[in-house]
């Protein structure tokens, strides 16, 4: 989309006589053409002065609008002045699937970059959740995970060793290697909650300042049998989750 198009669509939000706030205006047009799709996710917007100076408005307004939607997570600033579109990635709660799967099925490029990966012995609350004994040992992968090479969440699993015993089998898909050797998770108990990012999760998901994360625990089964326990810290302002209800 050319500039031109992206300015007469916050010209025209900005003619309307409804009581709001300019910069509320600005960002609300912008925000609706990246709701309909009108602007993809890696369109670059105009710079604060090109839009400041077509408009005829000053640039802290235009800061202040691009700020509201840098705190909703829909666009974010690049090197230098430009602002470029994102995308937040929804994840359905009706459907048990690995992040890989999730990220391919919405048109992004899954990754990881790995932290860790050790055979060891569970923490207390890794060995609860997995219901192992105190002689008990787990093979625990800890990695972040990206879409479109942009980190998403930290994501930690424990299963137990006498399932995965080898960490060297495990490369971008967990539930890959799960399957291989038959035990592809069928089922999960999920829980949610938020949290504040700490100083590891945000050198980790390259945050800055205060930051939120949702906080995902999963139990996976195979059959009746526990096989794998995942503590993820998704970013909270890139990642929805989506429940769909019926009465």
């Known amino acids: 989309m050319d500039e031109t198009t992206i300015i007469d669509a916050v010209q025209a939000k900005l ?33 604060e002065r090109v839009v400041a100076d077509r408009l005829g408005i000053s640039r802290v307004t235009i800061r202040k609008a691009l700020d ?17 579109v994102t995308a937040r ?12 799967e999730d990220m391919l099925s919405r048109g992004f490029s899954p990754g990881c970059i790995w932290i860790s990966k050790e055979l060891t012995y569970p923490t207390p609350a890794e060995a609860m959740a997995l219901g192992l004994g105190p002689s008990g040992s787990i093979l625990r992968l800890k ?6 090479a942009v980190p998403i969440a930290i994501e930690t699993a424990a299963v137990p060793a006498t399932i995965l015993d080898n960490p060297d089998l495990v490369g971008e898909s967990l539930y890959a290697v799960l399957d291989a050797v038959g035990a592809l998770p069928e089922r999960a108990m999920q829980r949610m909650k938020a949290g504040p ?14 930051a939120s994360l949702l906080i ?32």
């Open 68 to 84: 509201v939607l840098i705190a909703q997570g829909v666009i974010r600033r690049k090197q230098g002045s430009r602002t470029e």
């Open 197 to 210: 990012a700490d100083a590891a999760d945000k050198l980790h998901l390259g945050l800055e300042g205060p």
């Open 143 to 148: 990695r972040v995970r990206t879409a479109d």
């Open 89 to 100: 990635v929804e994840k359905s709660l009706a459907r048990l699937s690995s992040f890989s």
């Open 15 to 47: 003619a309307q006589q409804d009581g709001m706030p300019l910069y509320r205006k600005v960002a609300s047009a912008i925000d609706g053409l990246i709701g309909t799709g009108t602007l993809k996710r890696g369109a670059l917007l105009p710079s």
């Open 216 to 247: 995902v625990e999963r139990r996976c089964f195979h059959g009746d049998r526990i096989i794998e326990y995942t503590q993820t810290r998704y970013r909270g302002d890139v990642y929805d989750f989506v429940l769909e209800l019926h009465r």
